[in-house]
């Protein structure tokens, strides 16, 4: 290694420089308070209006909404906020129109929809959720972030931390999964990534938390229809990740599109009043969904723009995206008397505190540099973090007989890559809807790395012979349309078939009402399945899916999801064993539709089926409750085994803490990483608590042939839950604790909480 000698004198400039700019820093977020009464004196209420609403740039991710010249609007001093608008010498024009062209000259704020990745394309977040690193996630975010930063963009709408049962809803691929605390994690750790340490750094942007709140139970799956809760489901299900994402410092939060009890979110002023800024003293910004404000009318629940800004004001909501309603009906609704100049600046303050915060007034152009836009986007060794994550991720649910790793020196000698999405060009395939940092339709696809384009050669380099093989791929296929993938399974030893779902469809307005493989892929399957030959099945898959005959079939079956640009290579990293899987299913995979909702932390019932047939008890006459495969599973090419576990103590007084240890051997013959869950039982409380509650994870390396021992710390708090009195206390009585790889096979023990 070389050693640079840097001159004394050199550093000490250096030193003063870092100085001076970590006390700039320092002084301006002092200052933002004052800055900001100052600035607010000066503005004329037109402009205060102005700074609370957000328009579209060249990207729309919503419905069509008519659109004025954006330059013409920001001049006219009515644009704070301008979202999903790539092109990056135009944001360049509309910033220097704002700073230099409006009275006060007050800086736009670029926001964007970077969901898993920003030019560089991550797997989606379920997928991430998958992985259960957090250090991972919050690397992931940390490049999207230096990406979007150098793109001009400020602030990134995520994470989503809606809690989803239903995966019918197509943006569970935007979220964490079923569990509140795998989710409250997952939102921190991408928090962390955005945000960083110092928001006004140039490579940083402000986290957006969405969708508050109760998005994620939306009825049927259907998207945007109507969310119905019981205050428990509220504050111990859905309200836990947002909480924890207040805590973290999202500097910003997003109204879901949805009623919650009949009431819009965006007009909720028991969410956002009395539970965001009220219970958890939040100070941030909070955003309207697209057009969500206005949707308020159409919801029903006010009558025009008028009421409409006057109510979502009203409830704490401050900027308004797309749809105008405020630019509409916010004057009115202040002359009507029905909101108050002093709302109208408590809300116009927190925009430009954010925009403080950020930077933006101290140098309105720090993230518009051409310099670090030129170096910064796609570098290299983002790909390596893309390609770890995407294996990461993976989730091997089968592996009979131990089919895979495919490693060299394999009996098996000839092995054929079929089905449609082995090396599919198709519009946003082994990404997502939400890739729009990428274009919206037109894109580089060849950015992407296929399956069969990096498999092929890898399994060739370890002595197979492969072929790949075109298949068809709609409802209307026949068996004559499979015959050239027949054939070349036929012909080999091992058949690797890629099937799943196209990548567009993988995102918001992405609902569907059946979880079968689509466009009749089981067909293509069952059809493969009378040559007997053994078979990997690798799916593409922003959800949770149907595939019970191939549960049944199929040997090897590997969930990718929608792994990225890294695609091939991380399935041929996993498929070839180069990296043992790990992943473990944030959601519950069910049997059927049918038994839809289904998640592992369900309420016991009066009447547990224990067997599948039992009568007058909770189940179905034509399935049994369980689920294809649980919440927290996942296998590896290596075992591990659970002992010794142990508690502290048997009786724990209020307040103490509860620990719980267990030993992790890793018997198999492979190192490996293993993710350690530990889930909770209140056996007799005030209500009926749920049968299980994830209440702590730690993913560990092992070795063949180690041990390591994992030790849980339970607080009081952990193991307290939401009463019938409103409150969030703890009851005394006996607790069971579990320990093991999922939700369902796990080492269990007890424990008294005395009065
Ligand atoms: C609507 C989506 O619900 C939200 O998540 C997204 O951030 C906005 N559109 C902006 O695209």
């Known amino acids: ?69 954006l330059i013409a609007q920001i001049r006219a001093n009515k644009v704070s906020s301008v979202l999903s608008h790539v092109n990056f010498e135009n944001k360049i024009t509309m910033q220097r129109v704002a700073v230099n062209e ?37 690397r992931i975010e940390r490049i999207a972030a230096e990406e979007a930063s150098a793109d001009g963009q400020n602030w990134v709408f995520a994470p989503m931390v809606d809690v989803g049962r239903d995966p019918r809803w197509g943006r569970v691929m935007e979220g964490a999964g079923e569990d ?33 709140a109760g998005y994620g139970f939306i009825e049927a799956g259907r998207e945007y229809n109507t969310v119905d809760m019981s205050d428990q489901r509220l504050r111990e299900i859905v309200l836990p990740p947002f909480q924890a994402a207040a805590n973290a410092g999202s500097a910003t939060f997003m109204n879901a599109f949805t009623t919650l009890n009949g009431v819009p979110a965006s007009m909720n002023k028991n969410l956002i009043t009395n539970i965001l800024r009220g219970e958890w003293a939040w100070n941030g910004m909070i955003v309207s969904d697209w057009n969500s404000f206005g949707e308020t009318i159409i919801h029903g629940a006010a009558e025009d723009e008028t009421d409409a ?22 004057k009115k609704a202040l002359e009507a008397g029905r909101v108050t100049q002093a709302q109208i600046d408590e809300a116009v303050r927190r925009v430009l505190r954010f925009k403080f915060s950020l930077g933006l007034f101290d140098d309105p152009f720090r993230y518009l540099n051409q310099k670090r836009h030129d170096t910064t986007l796609e570098k290299p060794e983002y790909r390596v973090v893309a390609r770890e994550a995407a294996a990461k991720s993976m989730v091997l649910l089968k592996n009979d007989g131990g089919l895979l790793p495919l490693t060299a020196g394999s009996r098996f000698k000839k092995i054929a890559i079929i089905g449609p999405y082995a090396d599919s060009k198709g519009n946003k395939d082994y990404l997502s809807f939400w890739t729009i940092g990428l274009g919206m339709r037109e894109y580089d696809s060849t950015k992407v790395v296929r399956p069969a384009q990096a498999l092929k050669p890898a399994l060739e380099k370890l002595g197979y012979e492969v072929t790949v093989t075109e298949t068809c791929l709609d409802s209307t296929c026949t068996e004559k349309d499979y015959a050239a993938a027949i054939n070349a399974a036929r012909a080999a030893d091992v058949v690797i078939v890629c099937v799943g ?109 224990t067997q599948y047939g039992q009568i007058f008890t909770s189940g179905y006459l034509d399935s049994p409750t369980s689920p294809a495969y649980p919440f927290g599973f996942g296998l590896s090419y290596t075992a591990y085994t659970y002992s010794n576990l142990k508690l502290s103590k048997t009786q724990y007084k209020m307040g103490e803490t509860v620990e719980v240890s267990v030993t992790v051997t890793n ?7 293993e993710t350690v869950q530990c889930y909770t039982r209140d056996l007799a409380a005030d209500i009926a608590r ?66």
Not at 574 to 596: A, D, E, H, I, Y
Not at 667 to 673: A, H, I, K, T, V
Not at 709 to 730: C, I, M, P, Q
């Open 309 to 330: 800004s006057a109510k979502c004001l009203s409830a704490g909501s401050d900027m308004d995206m797309v749809g105008g309603t405020f630019q509409k009906g916010l």
């Open 102 to 138: 409006t009275r006060l000259g007050i800086p736009l704020v670029f926001g964007f929809d970077v969901i898993h990745g920003y030019k560089t394309i991550f797997p989606i977040p379920l997928a991430q959720a998958a992985s259960w690193d957090m250090g991972l996630v919050e």
């Open 501 to 609: 779902e196209r990548g567009f469809d993988c995102g918001e307005s992405r609902s569907v009402s059946s979880l079968e493989l689509p466009r009749k892929q089981d067909q293509l399957l069952n059809i493969l399945g009378r040559l007997k030959k053994p078979t990997v099945m690798v799916l593409f898959n922003s959800r949770p899916l149907v595939f019970e005959w191939a549960s049944q079939n199929i040997p090897a079956i590997l969930v990718a999801w929608q792994p990225g640009f890294e695609t091939g290579n991380a399935l041929a990293d996993v498929l070839t064993g180069k990296v043992n899987p790990s992943g473990k299913l944030p959601m519950t995979f069910p049997r059927s539709l049918g038994q839809v909702p289904i998640y592992y932390n369900h309420l016991n019932t009066g009447r547990p089926q």
């Open 1 to 69: 290694m070389t050693k640079i000698i840097v001159p004394r004198s050199i550093l000490l400039i250096f030193l003063i420089l870092s100085f001076t700019t970590v006390f700039a820093q320092k002084t301006s977020v002092k200052n933002i308070e004052s800055r900001v009464e100052t600035l607010l004196t000066k503005m004329t209420l037109d402009e205060k209006i102005g700074q609370l609403n957000q328009v579209v740039g060249d990207i729309s991710t919503g419905t069509d909404l008519a659109k004025d010249d």
């Open 180 to 212: 509140p605390y795998l989710g409250s994690r997952v939102g921190e750790a991408r928090i962390r990534g955005f945000q960083g340490d110092d928001l006004s750094a140039n490579n940083t942007v402000a986290a957006c938390t969405k969708h508050f």
């Open 667 to 673: 018997s198999g013959s492979l190192p490996g990483e």
């Open 690 to 755: 749920p049968v299980k509650e994830l209440k702590g994870f730690e993913k560990i390396k092992l070795n063949a042939g180690e041990s390591r021992g994992v030790t849980f710390r339970l607080s009081e708090h952990d193991l307290s839950y939401w009463n019938n009195e409103l409150k969030w206390k703890a009851d005394p009585g006996k607790f069971k604790v579990f320990v093991g790889g999922n939700s369902v096979e796990v080492m269990e023990g007890e424990f008294e909480l005395a009065r």
